[in-house]
């Protein structure tokens, strides 16, 4: 793993019910400042908050067939609310970075409970 940049997918997960009308102005603000520095340093290369389930779809393979349902989904009861795509060189390295983007909601918004995975993308 050494010098070489490997690019992980961090993910915020929260209760669907969680979600707020409108985040603190204070955390956006925060937040554009974290983007900011991530998107001119280079570590960071794509970030967005996510809309509710109710506004997607879900399609699955099962049995040779593909299907298509329409959000929301009855069985969700968490959601991504967001998602970032990082480039770093360690796999601790990219869990500092999580880091950071939970510090922001836990210091602005320290009621709101939600989690973030940190994965390695496959080498292509």
Do not use: N
């Not at 794509?46 to 049995?63: V, Y």
């Amino acid at each position: 793993m050494g010098d070489r940049l490997m690019k992980f997918l961090l993910i915020s997960r929260h209760l669907e019910q969680a979600q707020p009308l409108q985040p603190p102005k204070a955390m956006m603000d925060a937040m554009e400042l974290l983007l900011a520095e991530g998107f001119s340093k280079g570590w960071l290369k794509d970030t967005a908050g996510l809309k509710p389930p109710r506004d997607g779809a879900r399609i699955r393979a099962k049995g040779g067939k593909l299907t298509m349902i329409d959000g929301p989904f009855s069985e969700a009861k968490e959601m991504i609310g967001g998602y970032a795509i990082v480039e770093a060189r360690t796999r601790d390295e990219a869990i500092e970075i999580a880091l950071r983007f939970m510090e922001l909601r836990r210091i602005h918004d320290p009621g709101f409970e939600f989690e973030s995975e940190v994965l390695l993308a496959e080498d292509k």
